[in-house]
């Protein structure tokens, strides 16, 4: 059975560019284009790993992980985000994120090594 | 007074006779006293205007008495000198009216012109006969002259021959006299002045003046003493003899001087005519005599009589009156009731013995008619025979000589008493024979019967003044007697009753009778207040010569004859030097005009005070000096000659000079206040100065117009009052921490509360206004940074969007090439397009991190976490970090460092500097480099620095390279993708650690940065 990875992020065009990156690599694949959908598929149904963006309209990802963590689950989450600060770095870690990367710095290849580690 | 005379009355006279005698003998006394005294006598009946003159009428008026007779009230007054006429007039007329002693000094005008010194004392009668006034003129010229000359001459040894009764005399080679006593002046009736300087020839006729010149000159030719008696017609016409020693002395100038010394001995000649003329001169007398003469031959009776003798007895001719004996001639008894013929025997036979006789007898006329006479019978011899002469004098008059008597003997007493002078006589025994009013109360007697026959010189005279006893032997007015001279002493003390004592002056004149001395009226005063006006004099002296003022005397023309110390001193001259030359030495270049006019001013009776002027010193320094110019004038008010005092005011001018300057400094810095307070006014920003505790003291028009208070409602209140309870609570305490150590405080981190509740953002500069390390006042500028900081946060959050928004198609374009690269390989065109779209990327992402981390920076969110690392950690990092890209473009890295290197900063902005540096060194560098980065420790801080072989920066150019979007023009064509901010946040951030950069750089040789960080961060 295969993997399923749930992914936040409300830029279609890079949403695409996942799919298209971690296709084939045998992981089933959810998109959701904010927060609020995010916690909504999480309750509905647990992934094995959120990849999570920061910046989204409505609930934004520090929401989202809090509410994930307050609720006990404890699948791995990965911010994946254009925030490069060390505050935002920090913040994250302590609500409970497991990996924190900021956009421009990663490669869709580096993306698929670091996913692999955790499922 | 009337007693004591009796010694002195002959004896063997009764009461009538005796009456008589004192009569005349009053009469004399008085004429004595007044004539000694120099005073005239008067007796004014103001009902007719009228004045009785006697005394010494013609010694002090010049007049004779007959010409003195005509003198009036009027007259009177007519004489004295107009300035003191009215007052003479007034006082006398007062003197009457009130019942009170007249008594003034006045001024009065001889008869040649001049004017003397008159004391005039005077008291009114009032009888049944109507108003008399009685009273003497004293003349006291010589006492007021002896007054001022005390008060005013230094020349100590015209005194001593002052007090010499022969008259001296010294006169220089030119026969001029230079010095005289004041006998001198006596013997020739004028003033010292009018004769200092003149010569013979000024004041005796051509004829005798040659006389004395010749001798004069013989005397210095042959410098031997030579005594001459020549014949001297004085002022008055009377001739005199004189005898005059003349001798020759040398002054200490070397000059010769003659000293004459003068003795009149006309009496002594005159007594010797008379003896030679006495025959001629007897017949003379008994021819003449008033008094009837006869000569009588005991037992055969008289043989001649004189006129006066043949009327008094009522006869024709001389030979009726041979014809009576001397008993027919009186009645048969005399009042004793002795016989005439028996009694006229024992009378001629107690003549015959002793030589003389007086007494009484009363005779008989040819006619039968008694009448009282006083007969002298003198032993005379005449052609070898003893005969006598009888004198006989008519008494019929008694009563009315009593009464003359008791007239006279009051006038005296008023006379004595009214006058001030202390008077007494004594007689040869030295024991008071009367003495005055004045006397007893200047000497504090109560009566004159406590010193009438008492030794006046054990009384008044016995002591010095320092007490040791004063024998009686030693007193000159004892001294006097024997030579029956006058005296004059005036450096002796008297004795009061009570002990104390005065110096005094007295004078001494012998009293005679027929020739003889038989006493002696002694007047003198209390001189207290005339040695005190010398002290006073002596004093004034000292004053001058202590005086810092210069004190200059001249004469009219401006001659200096008097120069102080303080002229000296003030001046520079010596007074040897100044003496005798003319003032205008003292003016500067082109001001001798305004001492001359001066000068001009001061001689038409002008006087000038506190004129400042320049005067030219000795050594040629002009300096500035406050005059005082003023006439000195004599008694008449002349002006002879001229004073100035001068004060240096040279300190006084510096100090006015200077106080100038301080009111220019003051004013000028009132009008810079003025200007500040103006700026401050008219200031936008908010401006508040506080006292230390603290409490407002002024806020400006923006202040109030920022926080809507008024300033009356916070003057003195704590400027606390704008908080908000918003601003972070830590930021005070720092703010207090900084402005109370002196420093300024700036921060934009307040939030305020205006009056109407509603609150603002204030950019807040406080600093300090120090005096002495203590802090005086705050002064507060703040602006109202609400706007900006809203638009600084719309900023920040539009960056921070508008990055992300970037940033998210970047990351799409990457990984778009990405996934195209992997769908099947590229033609190598498609590869080199996807390159480009990679490369534009990077670079546009690199750009937006740096604006990003630019925006926050400036907007102040970059926060400073400081935490203790070691360098060699951080260095290894980015070593690992760079090392890839570094072999990538071939260049060698050589990172050198100290691995005990702790600092305390902040690592990640750190990491970020250094990166930055490397990434330049790795990007401006031609391929195959060397990268070398080092570490230092230089005094509490750490270099770091960063060094490569590449391009390196024009140096017209190095002075930009920390500026925003600066970029080397020598790089721009071969790297493309540079931001231009890369340094300039470097630089921001070192700043914000508290460190420096600095750089060092060749153009195409290399370029080296060092970044100096503390150690650990400053204490804030």
């Known amino acids: 059975m295969s993997k399923r990875i749930l992914i936040a992020e409300d830029d279609v ?31 509905k149904n647990p992934p094995d790993l959120l990849l999570l963006d920061l910046l989204m309209p409505d609930v934004d990802g520090f929401e989202v992980l809090r509410e994930i963590r307050e609720k006990g689950q404890k699948f791995p989450v990965i911010i994946l985000s254009n925030l490069s600060q060390e505050i935002d770095k920090e913040k994250c870690r302590t609500l409970g994120a497991s990996d924190y990367f900021t956009k421009s710095d990663m490669e869709l290849d580096q993306l698929a090594a670091i996913i692999k580690k955790y499922v | 007074m009337q007693e004591n005379q009796s010694s002195q009355i002959p004896d063997g006279l009764n009461d009538e006779q005796n009456l008589g005698w004192k009569s005349q003998h009053a009469a004399e006394l008085f004429d004595l006293v007044s004539r000694n005294s120099n005073q005239l006598v008067y007796e004014y009946t103001p009902e007719t205007g009228r004045i009785l003159w006697t005394g010494a009428i013609l010694e002090v008026t010049g007049y004779t008495p007959d010409e003195f007779a005509a003198i009036d009230i009027n007259e009177w007054e007519r004489h004295i000198h107009p300035d003191e006429r009215v007052n003479a007039d007034k006082a006398l007329k007062e003197a009457q009216e009130k019942r009170r002693k007249f008594h003034m000094t006045y001024r009065f005008q001889r008869k040649d012109g001049s004017y003397v010194h008159i004391d005039d004392e005077g008291i009114f009668i009032f009888s049944e006969d109507g108003v008399r006034m009685v009273g003497t003129m004293k003349d006291v010229s010589e006492r007021v002259r002896l007054e001022q000359e005390a008060n005013a001459s230094k020349d100590f040894l015209s005194s001593v021959l002052g007090n010499v009764t022969d008259p001296i005399f010294v006169k220089d080679d030119q026969h001029r006299w230079i010095m005289l006593n004041e006998a001198f002046c006596t013997f020739m009736g004028r003033s010292q002045e009018e004769l200092i300087g003149k010569s013979d020839y000024d004041f005796f006729p051509k004829e005798q003046a040659k006389v004395f010149w010749e001798k004069d000159a013989e005397v210095f030719r042959t410098e031997k003493e030579n005594t001459n008696e020549e014949l001297f017609t004085d002022a008055k016409g009377v001739v005199h003899t004189i005898v005059t020693k003349k001798t020759i002395f040398t002054d200490s100038e070397g000059k010769k001087i003659l000293v004459g010394i003068i003795r009149d ?81 024992q009378m001629m036979a107690i003549a015959m013995e002793k030589g003389s006789h007086l007494f009484e007898w009363r005779h008989k006329r040819a006619d039968g008619k008694e009448f009282p006479a006083i007969v002298l019978l003198t032993r005379i011899e005449v052609e070898g025979k003893l005969i006598l002469q009888a004198t006989v004098r008519d008494i019929t008059e008694n009563k009315k000589m009593a009464e003359e008597l008791a007239k006279k003997q009051e006038q005296l007493r008023l006379l004595l008493d009214s006058t001030a002078e202390a008077i007494y006589g004594i007689d040869l025994k030295g024991e008071c024979t009367f003495c005055n009013a004045a006397l007893l109360k200047m000497m504090g007697y ?115 004859v008097d120069w102080n110390p303080g002229a000296e001193k003030t001046y520079g001259y010596t007074a040897g030097e100044a003496l005798g030359q003319n003032i205008t030495m003292l003016a500067p270049e082109g001001r001798q005009e305004e001492i001359r006019t001066l000068l001009q001013r001061i001689r038409d009776g002008d006087s000038v005070r506190q004129l400042e002027t320049i005067r030219r010193r000795k050594d040629g320094r002009e300096i500035p000096v406050s005059l005082s110019v003023f006439p000195i004038t004599d008694e008449e ?96 305490p720092q703010m207090w ?77 990457r990984w778009g090439l990405g996934v195209l690269r992997k769908t099947g390989p590229l033609n190598p065109k498609q590869e080199e397009i996807a390159e480009d779209i990679q490369k534009a990327a990077a670079h546009m992402a690199e750009s937006i991190d740096v604006m990003l981390q630019l925006s926050r920076l400036e907007a102040g969110k970059v926060q400073v976490k400081s935490t203790s690392f070691r360098l060699s950690d951080v260095i290894n990092e980015l070593c690992t970090i760079f090392h890839p890209q570094a072999k990538l473009h071939n260049h060698s890295c050589n990172f050198q460092m100290d691995e005990n290197i702790t600092l305390t900063t902040d690592s990640a902005l750190l990491r970020e500097i250094l990166s930055n540096l490397i990434t330049n060194a790795i990007k401006y560098s031609p391929d195959g480099g060397t990268i070398t980065l080092t570490t230092k420790i230089a005094d509490k801080s750490v270099q770091i620095s960063v060094s490569d072989t590449g391009y390196g920066i024009p140096h017209d150019q190095q002075e930009k390279i920390f500026s925003k979007f600066f970029r080397a023009t020598n790089v721009l064509g071969k790297i493309p993708d540079g931001t231009g901010l890369g340094l300039y946040l470097v630089h921001s951030l070192v700043e914000l650690l508290g460190g420096t950069i600095s750089m060092v750089s060749v153009e195409n040789q290399g370029s080296t940065f060092t970044v100096t960080l503390p150690l650990s961060p400053p204490s804030p």
């Open chain 2, 265 to 345: 001995i006309t009496d002594r000649k005159e007594a010797e005519k008379n003896l030679i003329t006495s025959q001629t001169k007897y017949k003379a007398i008994y021819e003449e005599s008033s008094d009837a003469i006869m000569l009588l031959v005991p037992g055969k009776g008289f043989i001649s009589g004189n006129p006066a003798a043949i009327a008094l007895f009522g006869c024709k001719n001389e030979q009726e009156f041979t014809s009576f004996a001397p008993d027919q001639l009186s009645p048969e008894t005399q009042p004793d009731g002795m016989a005439s013929g028996i009694k006229s025997q």
């Open chain 1, 13 to 43: 065009f890079l949403c695409k560019m996942y799919k298209l990156g971690l296709e084939g690599l045998g992981y089933e694949i959810e998109m959701v284009p904010n927060g609020k959908d995010a916690i909504a598929a999480v309750a």
């Open chain 2, 446 to 560: 109560a009566h004159q019967d406590e010193l009438l026959g008492k030794n006046m010189h054990a009384m008044i005279h016995h002591s010095h003044a320092d007490g040791t006893p004063f024998p009686a032997e030693q007193c000159r007015i004892f001294l006097a007697f024997r030579n029956g001279e006058g005296t004059h002493v005036n450096d002796e003390v008297l004795w009061r009753k009570d002990g104390t004592s005065f110096p005094a002056e007295y004078w001494s004149y012998p009293q005679r009778k027929d020739g003889k001395v038989i006493g002696s009226v002694v007047t003198f005063m209390d001189i207290t207040e005339r040695e005190k006006a010398e002290e006073e004099l002596k004093r004034l002296a000292a004053i001058i010569a202590s005086s810092d003022d210069a004190i200059i005397g001249k004469t009219l023309d401006g001659t200096i």
């Open chain 2, 637 to 732: 008010k002349k002006i002879i000659g001229i004073a100035t005092i001068a004060h240096d005011i040279s300190a006084l001018k510096q100090s006015e000079e200077e106080l100038k300057n301080t009111k220019a400094r003051l004013e000028e810095e009132v009008i810079n206040t003025r200007k500040f307070l103006q700026a401050v006014e008219n200031s936008s920003i908010a401006t508040i100065i506080a006292s230390p505790e603290p409490s407002i003291i002024y806020v400006n028009p923006a202040w109030e117009k920022l926080t809507g208070y008024h300033k009356e409602e916070v003057i003195g209140k704590n400027p606390r009052l704008l908080q908000s309870g918003q601003t972070p609570k830590t930021l005070y």
């Open chain 2, 737 to 813: 921490n900084a402005i109370l150590q002196g420093h300024e405080f700036l921060t934009e981190d307040i939030i305020n509360r205006r009056k109407d509740g509603t609150e603002f953002n204030a950019e807040l500069r406080v600093y300090p206004l120090m005096d002495h390390g203590t802090v005086q006042y705050f002064i507060g500028m703040q602006t109202d940074i609400t706007l900006r900081k809203r638009v600084d946060k719309a900023k920040s959050e539009f960056v921070s969007l508008a990055s992300h928004q970037l940033r998210t198609p970047l990351t799409a374009f």
